[in-house]
T-cell receptor
C-alpha cells in the first residue's frame, strides 16, 4: 500500500528553538497533506491543511506563525514548530491524500519533546 | 454540525470470537467513510474505505465494515479476533463534495483481545 514517511520519528529540542518535521509521500502524489496533533489517549486534532503550491489553511485556534507549514512539492510537506515551548510537546502526525484514488494515508508520527 | 461518534471507549473480546467496533456519523450528503488502526506510539494505518457500491467493504487484516445509510452507521467487524488486533481504532468521514477534503475523526475505540 501507499507509504507516507515522516521524519524524525522522535526529536528533543530546547525551549525557544525551532524544529522541522518532514512528511513525504513515497509512491504517490499528494496535492493535499494534513497535519494533526494527538494528545495521549485522545483523538487526532487537525491543525492545518497543506495544499501544494499555496498557503496552508489553519484550523481555528492554531497559530500559523508558530506552526509554519510548507508544501513545496507534490510529495513533501514540512511543519516547523517555531520558538518551541514545553507545552508544544506532543505527537504530531501527518497524512497525505492520494491525488488519484482519494484515500488518505498517514505517517508514523513524530514525538516532539521540548525541554 | 458534522460529526462521527464511536460510542464505545473500549471493546473487549476473546480471541477467536467475532468483534464489532461501532461507528455512526452525521454529515450532509453522501460521505466517504474510513477505518484506521493505530498501534501504540505509531501513526494510523488505513484499513478500509467506503465510497460507493456494495455496502459491505472488505479491508486489510480480515476486517470488513458495513455501510448502512438508513442508520448512518459504518461498523467495523471481523469474524475471528486475534490478540494482535488489539489496538486503537478510528472511524473517519470525509463529507462528499467537501471543499477541503478534511477527515472528521471519531474519538477512537480501544480494542482489547484477550488470549
Amino acid at each position: 500500500g501507499a507509504v507516507v514517511s515522516q521524519h524524525p520519528s522522535r526529536v528533543i529540542c530546547k525551549s525557544g528553538t525551532s524544529v522541522k518535521i518532514e512528511c513525504r509521500s513515497l509512491d504517490f502524489q499528494a496535492t493535499t497533506m494534513f497535519w494533526y496533533r494527538q494528545f495521549p489517549k485522545q483523538s487526532l486534532m487537525l491543525m492545518a491543511t497543506s495544499n501544494e503550491g499555496s498557503k496552508a489553511t489553519y484550523e481555528q485556534g492554531v497559530e500559523k506563525d508558530k506552526f509554519l507549514i510548507n508544501h513545496a512539492s507534490l510529495t513533501l510537506s514540512t511543519l516547523t514548530v517555531t520558538s518551541a515551548h514545553p507545552e508544544d510537546s506532543s505527537f504530531y502526525i501527518c497524512s497525505a491524500r492520494d491525488a488519484l484514488g482519494g484515500t488518505i494515508y498517514f505517517g508514523e508520527g513524530s514525538w516532539l519533546t521540548v525541554v | 454540525a458534522q460529526s462521527v461518534a464511536q460510542p464505545e471507549d473500549q471493546v473487549n473480546v476473546a480471541e477467536g470470537n467475532p468483534l464489532t467496533v461501532k461507528c455512526t456519523y452525521s454529515v450532509s450528503g453522501n460521505p466517504y467513510l474510513f477505518w484506521y488502526v493505530q498501534y501504540p506510539n505509531r501513526g494510523l494505518q488505513f484499513l478500509l474505505k467506503y465510497i460507493t457500491g456494495d455496502n459491505l467493504v472488505k479491508g486489510s487484516y480480515g476486517f470488513e465494515a458495513e455501510f448502512n445509510k438508513s442508520q448512518t452507521s459504518f461498523h467495523l467487524k471481523k469474524p475471528s479476533a486475534l490478540v494482535s488486533d488489539s489496538a486503537l481504532y478510528f472511524c473517519a468521514v470525509r463529507p462528499y463534495g467537501g471543499a477541503t477534503n478534511k477527515l472528521i475523526f471519531g474519538t477512537g475505540t480501544l480494542l482489547a483481545v484477550q488470549p
